[in-house]
């Protein structure tokens, strides 16, 4: 039996609307329950591909890039060959999209519910890492593959944020102080990782706080379906033998699953 979908309430403000997401979650108000794999849109980046089960993969850009750009970075980085395993999205958000916002929350469940997706893999970097870690903690029931790398920022399952944006306090100031980005910081996931796989990572020349906070999150999440992914480069997406070996490791996981 396939589960009542609500209807969406009318908000008179923002903040009301805000209020309102911070305590409900935006699945209950879209219907996937008839989910089944179909042709993508070719505005948010569609590669046919994969005869695997869960062979769509969401790249989620970082802060201040596009999905267009991502693509074309994956692309060039990555190579088209090894991008082809997978049906993939690169949707684009607006900041704060990287503390999972309720309207960024609502934009990538509707793309998922527009193109009759019920599970995918996650990828993302920096801002995007941010986002796809918050999102999977939400959404579990979707995502069986996060691959967080970066993150200036994390949050545990448990509701505790840390990492350079905590350490240099740039939730001081604009546009990170907001109530979206303060609200975030303190939610917990509602059941816990649950049996999510997870690859976390980041660049060995990064910032030291960068480096040891994925390690801080990995160790909260760190299971046998789980992987630390450690690369040669400074703040930036795995290039070369590197990005080779990264998707490599996220194809054997995919085909545990």
Same mark, same amino acid.
């Given at each position: 039996?396939?589960?009542?979908?609500?209807?969406?309430?009318?908000?008179?403000?923002?903040?009301?609307?805000?209020?309102?997401?911070?305590?409900?979650?935006?699945?209950?108000?879209?219907?996937?329950?008839?989910?089944?794999?179909?042709?993508?849109?070719?505005?948010?980046?569609?590669?046919?591909?994969?005869?695997?089960?869960?062979?769509?993969?969401?790249?989620?850009?970082?802060?201040?890039?596009?999905?267009?750009?991502?693509?074309?970075?994956?692309?060039?980085?990555?190579? #088209?060959?090894?991008?082809?395993?997978?049906?993939?999205?690169?949707?684009?958000? #607006?900041?704060?999209?990287?503390?999972?916002?309720?309207?960024?929350?609502?934009?990538?469940?509707?793309? *998922?519910?527009?193109?009759?997706?019920?599970?995918?893999?996650? *990828?993302?970097?920096?801002?995007?890492?941010?986002?796809?870690?918050?999102?999977?903690?939400?959404?579990?029931?979707?995502?069986?593959?996060?691959?967080?790398?970066?993150?200036?920022?994390?949050?545990?399952?448990?509701?505790?944020?840390?990492?350079?944006?905590?350490?240099?306090?740039?939730?001081?100031?604009?546009?990170?102080?907001?109530?979206?980005?303060?609200?975030?910081?303190?939610?917990?996931?509602?059941?816990?990782?649950?049996?999510?796989?997870?690859?976390?990572?980041?660049?060995?020349?990064?910032?030291?706080?960068?480096?040891?906070?994925?390690? #801080?999150?990995?160790?909260?999440?760190?299971?046998?379906?789980?992987?630390?992914?450690?690369?040669?480069?400074?703040?930036?997406?795995?290039?070369?033998?590197?990005?080779? #070996?990264?998707?490599?490791?996220?194809?054997?996981?995919?085909?545990?699953?």
């Amino acid at each position: 039996m396939s589960m009542q979908v609500k209807s969406k309430p009318t908000f008179r403000t923002e903040d009301e609307e805000r209020e309102f997401w911070a305590d409900h979650s935006p699945l209950d108000y879209f219907d996937l329950s008839a989910a089944k794999r179909a042709s993508l849109n070719a505005s948010v980046g569609y590669k046919r591909s994969g005869m695997n089960p869960v062979s769509e993969l969401v790249i989620i850009h970082g802060t201040e890039s596009s999905g267009e750009e991502t693509k074309k970075l994956l692309e060039a980085n990555v190579g #088209r060959e090894i991008l082809a395993r997978y049906r993939c999205l690169y949707p684009s958000f #607006r900041t704060p999209y990287q503390f999972l916002s309720p309207a960024a929350d609502r934009q990538m469940l509707e793309i *998922l519910n527009r193109n009759h997706i019920s599970r995918a893999c996650m *990828l993302g970097f920096s801002g995007g890492a941010q986002f796809a870690h918050r999102f999977t903690l939400m959404h579990p029931e979707i995502i069986v593959l996060a691959v967080c790398l970066s993150a200036g920022c994390w949050t545990s399952p448990a509701g505790k944020s840390y990492g350079m944006m905590v350490e240099e306090g740039w939730f001081d100031k604009e546009p990170w102080s907001g109530t979206e980005v303060t609200m975030a910081l303190s939610r917990k996931a509602p059941h816990g990782p649950r049996n999510t796989k997870w690859i976390i990572g980041c660049g060995s020349l990064d910032k030291a706080s960068r480096i040891s906070s994925a390690k #801080r999150f990995f160790s909260e999440i760190a299971s046998g379906a789980s992987d630390y992914f450690e690369y040669s480069a400074s703040h930036e997406w795995p290039k070369g033998e590197d990005a080779v #070996r990264l998707f490599d490791l996220l194809e054997k996981r995919r085909r545990e699953m």
